[in-house]
């Protein structure tokens, strides 16, 4: 299956300030997903990141306090910007999985603290 | 957009017992429907998954049943053990290719 290093895997950061969240997989993907899981929830999805194109967003995210940038097909970055404590949670990229029909696969995480 | 419904939101069993979680989507449109354990501090991981074409799918101790109709389907982990214990995720794959997640059950096998 597919292979991803996420990084940081954690952070505590001042409000205000931005951290953005890499994403390697290590075979080409057409789509990359962004999520938010808070404290003892779900998974949320923030947005989809196709090369070559804008991210889309879902109801709730934007693109200021979100910007996603997807250059190729094995990277994509997740900036969470000017953050509040409301931010602190866990981000997590996935992808569909090119070697499992339908498989998606989950990096690390990121459990980031906004203090 | 798809909405999935996930219960019970806590489930204990004794060990070697029987453990049933179930789900219901909103999306008739929807075809792939994983599931995913987590535990506490790391990734999600699958465990099995169930394409619209398929009723039913088994993978040793767990199994998968998809009812379309009723746009339900179920997760069954049979002779439960403690390393067992942790938040299951249910999920559906609508349109876009995102996955939609349930709120997650969390399972708590007991000696």
């Known amino acids: 299956s597919a292979v991803i290093s996420q990084k940081p895997s954690r952070d505590i950061c001042q409000r205000g300030t931005s951290l953005t969240i890499q994403c390697q997989v290590d075979s080409q993907v057409t789509m990359m997903f962004w999520y938010r899981q808070q404290p003892g929830q779900s998974l949320t999805l923030i947005a989809t990141a196709n090369q070559g194109s804008e991210a889309t967003y879902e109801s709730g995210f934007v693109i200021d306090k979100f910007p996603i940038s997807r250059p190729n097909l094995t990277f994509s970055t997740l900036t969470v910007s000017n953050m509040s404590p409301e931010d602190s949670s866990i981000y997590l990229c996935?992808?569909?999985?090119?070697?499992?029909?339908?498989?998606?696969?989950f990096g690390s995480g990121t459990r980031l603290t906004v203090v | 957009g798809e909405n999935v419904e996930q219960h019970p939101s806590t489930l204990s069993v004794q060990e070697g017992d029987s453990a049933v979680i179930k789900c219901t989507y909103s999306d008739s449109a929807s075809n792939y429907f994983p599931w995913y354990k987590q535990e506490l501090g790391k990734r999600p991981q699958l465990i099995i998954d169930?394409?619209?074409?398929?009723g039913e799918k088994k993978d040793q101790r767990i199994a998968v049943t998809l009812n379309k109709t009723a746009k339900h389907f179920s997760l069954h982990i049979t002779e439960t053990q403690p390393e067992d214990s942790a938040v299951y995720f249910c999920?559906?794959?609508?349109?876009?290719?995102?996955?939609?997640f349930g709120t997650g059950t969390q399972l708590k096998v007991e000696l």
């Open positions: 999920a559906a794959r609508g349109g876009g290719n995102k996955l939609t």
């Open positions: 996935s992808v569909e999985d090119p070697t499992s029909f339908y498989g998606y696969t």
């Open positions: 169930i394409r619209s074409n398929v």
